[in-house]
């Protein structure tokens, strides 16, 4: 059993938590991820490590609730306990090395692409983050950003917070002002990554994308988690999640991904419905 340390509402849909885990925090590494049971007879589902603390011994997870399993894990407490948290499992983002890079976020993406932004900065790299969402209301890690990036671009559908427009545009904008990057990683939304890839594929920049597909075991046994990359088939929960942005066929990803959206909505609702009748 898991004891959840601190938990925190980031926004009505986002959650923060702090579970202590001190033998997963011990060698977790951004990229990684998680998979946890909320009690025994919950399904398994993938969380990326959003941070950790070896010394306190927690590792901080940071999900949406859009299905069953996040809207059971939102309504628990601080102090209450969950089930399974294993890991740390995938391979960590490769980040030694790299002297100046552009970190891109989109919506809850953004809780994973702030560790690798926060790993680059105590490298001692330059990190130019550009982070997105769709409205003021729905930002996260705006603090946690502003702390790790030498330059910090705030991005919005609406307009409500930065600048109106896409990821893409402030990226553009910076590569035509002249900034050059080792290289780009961009964690968010599936369509976001595949046009931050063709962009930066037209002026030859290294992109690595984070793939998070349906998975089930995390070991590479069951499959669900099949992507094709140059060609060939990959599986996200032990070739990545991290890939080369210009290799992956998206247009698949998402296809693959959409498939199991009305199980969950449908699941979701069911589960909140029940925790209403227990309210009543």
């Known amino acids: 059993m898991y004891r959840i340390a601190k938990k925190v509402e ?4 986002v959650t923060r938590m702090d579970i202590e885990a001190p033998l997963v925090a011990k060698k977790a590494e951004p990229g990684q991820f998680i998979i946890l049971r909320t009690d025994e007879e919950g399904e398994r589902i993938p969380l990326t490590v959003a941070d950790y603390d070896r010394e306190a011994g927690t590792v901080t997870i940071i999900f949406q609730k859009v299905g069953a399993t996040t809207e059971k894990l939102g309504h628990l407490k601080e102090g209450e306990y969950i089930q399974d ?3 740390p ?3 960590a983002s490769e980040l030694e090395g790299l002297k100046k890079v552009a970190v891109i976020g989109g919506g809850v993406g953004s809780a994973i692409a702030y560790p690798v932004a926060k790993k680059l900065h105590n490298l001692g790299a330059e990190v130019h983050s550009i982070v ?3 409205g003021k209301d729905l930002v996260i ?3 946690e950003f502003e702390a790790v990036s030498d330059k910090f671009v705030k991005m919005s559908d609406d307009g409500t917070w930065g600048t109106k427009g896409l990821v893409t545009n402030a990226l553009k904008d910076l590569i035509e002002s002249g900034e050059t990057y080792d290289e780009v990683i961009a964690i968010g939304p599936v369509i976001m990554m595949k046009f931050v890839a063709a962009l930066t594929k037209e002026y030859g920049i290294k992109t690595i994308v984070s793939m998070n597909p349906i998975m089930v075991d995390g070991t590479g046994m069951c499959g669900g988690c099949r992507l094709t990359v140059g060609g060939e088939t990959k599986f996200a929960c032990v070739d990545g999640p ?3 942005g210009h290799l992956v066929d998206f247009d698949e990803a998402m296809e693959r991904g959409s498939m199991y959206r009305p199980f969950e909505a449908k ?7 029940l925790f209403a009748k ?3």
């Open 267 to 273: 699941k979701r609702e069911e589960t909140c419905n």
């Open 242 to 244: 991290d890939f080369d």
């Open 278 to 280: 227990e309210v009543q």
């Open 132 to 134: 997105g969402f769709r």
């Open 10 to 13: 980031l926004n009505p849909t």
């Open 85 to 87: 948290f294993v890991g």
């Open 89 to 91: 499992l995938g391979t």
């Open 141 to 143: 890690l705006e603090d």
